[in-house]
């Protein structure tokens, strides 16, 4: 059973790991502001989020403790900082119309 939980935390992390990268690539390869930030939170959201909550489910007390903390950490400032990065884009394109990407 342990050796059965090992093997699934392993592969959570995995999943998490190309998760993220494959958000990072979407942070260089879009050219909307939005869209990126879209493909940052999902980033955050599911690669790191369930990365970390790995850390959460150790036997180790003090490491899941940690990871509990990062976790929250995680959710409550990733929307934060989207928000903020969305109304600075928001009157950036209020200003200057003609800059906006065309959809």
Do not use: C, N, W
Not at 4 to 33: E, K, S
Not at 38 to 62: E, W, Y
């Amino acid at each position: 059973m342990d050796a059965l939980l090992l093997y699934l935390g392993d592969a959570v992390v995995i999943v998490g790991t190309v998760v993220t990268t494959a958000a990072v690539i979407g942070l260089f390869r879009f050219d909307d502001v939005i869209v990126q930030m879209h493909a940052a939170a999902k980033g955050v959201g599911f690669g790191a989020g369930v990365t970390t909550l790995v850390g959460v489910t150790s036997a180790d007390a003090q490491l899941a403790t940690k990871a509990l903390l990062t976790l929250i950490a995680l959710f409550v400032t990733a929307p934060l900082g989207s928000h903020v990065i969305a109304r600075l884009e928001y009157r950036r394109r209020r200003r200057r119309p003609s800059e906006a990407p065309e959809h």
